[in-house]
């Protein structure tokens, strides 16, 4: 089982920089993403960002958010981070990070390939 909390939503304005962190505890396989979903009104969840650990480490962005957002892993931690620059109002969502054991590569991308979720951060990029 694994937990996960996140932390560092909040109001910005356009133009601004936010990082979001997620926490993680208890056991994972050796072979795992964690991911970054956002959810925006009225809207279904949709990726952001992964790192993939199965060997090596891949990292993984949706073409909104290449650019501007970073997802790094600190493995001593247990703590996964989000970057975010440049925000803009199409940014403003709830920020869910997610756990993935053995996942595939075809399903970095997809929420169905993440067993585990946090309570999710809010997040409101506005003027």
């Known amino acids: 089982q694994v937990q996960l909390v996140e932390s560092g939503g909040g109001f910005v304005q356009p133009g601004g920089s936010l990082r979001l962190s997620c926490a993680a505890s208890g056991r994972t396989a050796s072979n795992y993403a964690m991911g970054w979903f956002r959810q925006g009104p009225g809207k279904e969840r949709e990726f952001v960002a992964a790192?993939?650990?199965?060997?090596?480490?891949?990292?993984y962005y949706a073409e909104s958010v290449k650019g501007r957002f970073t997802v790094s892993l600190d493995g001593a931690k247990n703590t996964v981070y989000l970057q975010m620059n440049s925000l803009n109002a199409e940014d403003t969502a709830a920020y869910y990070c997610a756990v993935g054991p053995r996942i595939i590569t075809s399903m970095v991308t997809n929420p169905r390939g993440y067993a585990y979720w946090g309570q999710g951060t809010q997040v409101t990029v506005s003027s």
């Open positions: 790192i993939r650990r199965a060997g090596g480490t891949t990292y």
